[in-house]
């Protein structure tokens, strides 16, 4: 969206070798391709968490069960808070998500909701990537810019410095094929990533950039999920009835 940091990228990922220079930064560019699993979101980092020493309460709270698997800190947002699976949305009305980081016994754990509104799909022109296609290689692809306003409404841990992770946001083409994710390393202005939040109740514009074949449009964006918000991916209700935003 920002359309739209657990990161795996596909066997179909197409990666440009050398960094590319976009005004006076250096990036690079990934294509997702229609396949399945989690895309790379832009920046290519872990997932940023808030940082900082865990409170001697949270530290307390990370007991081992009897199988000896960590036990989640008590307290903070839940899935529960989270907007049904299978809700349909138009453009620019919020959706709660909940984003986990980590496993309940590590220091970076934590789990934060945020409200994300899709505010609008962005037709561009070949144009806008022609000094980042150097081969040509995205010749009869349109890109579209997926924004979004996310703000950030819960968390376990005092907020230091929080990124959004977009990991479980699809674009589709009319018709609902999937279209590619067009992953920009080092930032791009027609499309700019979110920087961080600092506090609860911060709003950030988030962008990403999905690729439709020529004569084709993004439709509908999805969310599906992420999968360590559960025990097993299994218990995902998002992979078969995502949120919809768009016709």
Not at 207 to 235: E, F, I, K, M, R
């Amino acid at each position: 969206m920002s359309s739209f940091t657990s990161r795996t990228r596909l066997a179909g990922t197409v990666a440009l070798a050398a960094a590319l220079v976009l005004g006076a930064s250096a990036c690079s560019i990934t294509v997702e391709s229609k396949g399945g699993g989690n895309p790379t979101t832009a920046g290519g980092s872990a997932p940023q968490t808030a940082a900082g020493t865990p409170s001697a309460s949270a530290t307390s709270a990370r007991t081992q069960s009897s199988s000896g698997s960590a036990q989640a800190p008590a307290g903070g947002p839940t899935v529960d808070q989270m907007t049904p699976a299978g809700t349909s949305l138009a453009l620019g009305k919020p959706a709660s998500i909940l984003v986990t980081n980590g496993k309940p016994d590590k220091d970076y754990y934590d789990r934060q909701l945020f409200e994300v509104k899709v505010t609008s799909i962005e037709k561009g022109s070949y144009a806008d990537l022609a000094s980042l296609d150097k081969d040509g290689k995205y010749k009869g692809y349109t890109p579209f810019y997926i924004h979004s306003e996310v703000t950030l409404k819960d968390a376990v841990k005092p907020v230091k410095y929080v990124s959004w992770n977009d990991t479980g946001f699809r674009s589709l083409l009319a018709g609902g094929a999937r279209a590619d994710s067009l992953i920009i390393f080092g930032g791009f202005d027609k499309c700019p990533s979110a920087s961080s939040f600092k506090a609860l109740g911060d709003t950030r514009q988030a962008c990403s950039v999905a690729l439709a074949p020529a004569g084709t449009a993004v439709a509908q964006v999805t969310y599906t999920g992420y999968s360590s918000n559960y025990p097993t991916s299994d218990l995902n209700p998002y992979t078969d009835k995502p949120i919809v935003w768009g016709n």
